[in-house]
């Protein structure tokens, strides 16, 4: 049984819902789990194992040194590390058993961990302390500069606030984001001083009627681009503004989507696509212009959706971005801890539906030459990892789509 001390740091109490509250809830409870049913019925053929191929297809971890690093912390989160600055993309990392019915909040200990084990660093001009990892008091670091959670959404959104706090970098904030830095700075139990949340820097994703947005951090180039979030059956409960009345502990149905985008970012040639939601992009990619060596593309809900329509988001990011890898993101169960052991990977949030999206997607890769490769779990990696090797040697890794 764990400690009142550890309760509150996890931030996880009983949600007390009113009727309508509770009347709404077990609606769509009942009609999640028939959606659920169906579409595991349709995909019971699938001889693809979804999680064994998460596991066999990983890129290999970075051994330790220079050069450009990523790790992922499950659904959609990256540290982006260059060896001089550091870009966090969601930053969401509080994996507790919250999921639909029970309230919580940022959880200061998990935070705090990934920060020590990570070794993220302190913003350029913020005061170095004691307690960073030594790898941070070099002076040519410029730590973590920028915080993008891609959407308000609570597996996107509801860390970001303390990251930017605790390291003093600038947070990409629409108002749901906005919303979630007011309800932390009021948070019980954080460890932060109130000057750190006061002295927050925030900048709006898009200016008024933008569809994209350009923001350079040492050597990165990045481009915010505006794409739907993916519709499912929970769609219509988390649409909207977050309330600027929200406050934490919170259930995650009142954390709305607020703006949301995909992440381009360039680094000395090389060029990655985040895209965290698996909405309806149509022509967002080419009318943009938008090139990519590799894409991190969402697939969470694309198992509600018909196999035509699947083969379509495919089209419209990957073929249209003339992608050379493909890297699946946003399908692991949030609930389960970071701390995955070497040799495993993240549990799949529906594994069966995932099983039917992966043989779409892997008859879509391969009349396109592309490889379809996984990130470790929590650990670093290059994703351009013998890429240009395969390419050359290897026929079926020349793309022919683009």
Known sequence: MRSAKFAVISGIRPLRRSHDEDLTLRVFSIATISLALVATTLSAC??????????????DPAEPGGGLRLTFFGTSSFLIDDGTTQLLIDGFVTREKHRYFRRFGPSEQQIRTV???????????APRKAEDPASCRNVARRGLELVIPTHGHYDHALDAPY?????????????????????????PGFSLPQRDWLSVKTIPPFADGAQTAHLAAGAFSVTLIKTPHGKNPTTPLLSGTTSAALKFPSSLWALKEGTAFSVFVAHRGRTMLFVPSAGDIGDIFRQAGTKADIIFLGIAGLGFKPPRARSRYWNDVVRTVGAKRVIPIHWDDDQVPLNVADGDTFKPASPRR???TLRIFDELARECGLEIAFPPPARAFDPFKDLETRLITETKFQPRCE
């Open 46 to 59: 699938s001889t693809t194992d979804f999680r064994q191929r998460a596991i066999d297809e990983q890129i």
């Open 354 to 356: 995932f099983d039917a």
């Open 115 to 125: 920060i020590a084990e990570h070794r993220i660093c302190r913003a350029p001009g």
């Open 163 to 187: 990251f930017a706090a605790w390291s003093g970098a600038t947070l990409v904030a629409d108002p749901s984001i906005l919303s979630v830095v007011k309800a932390s700075q009021a948070y």
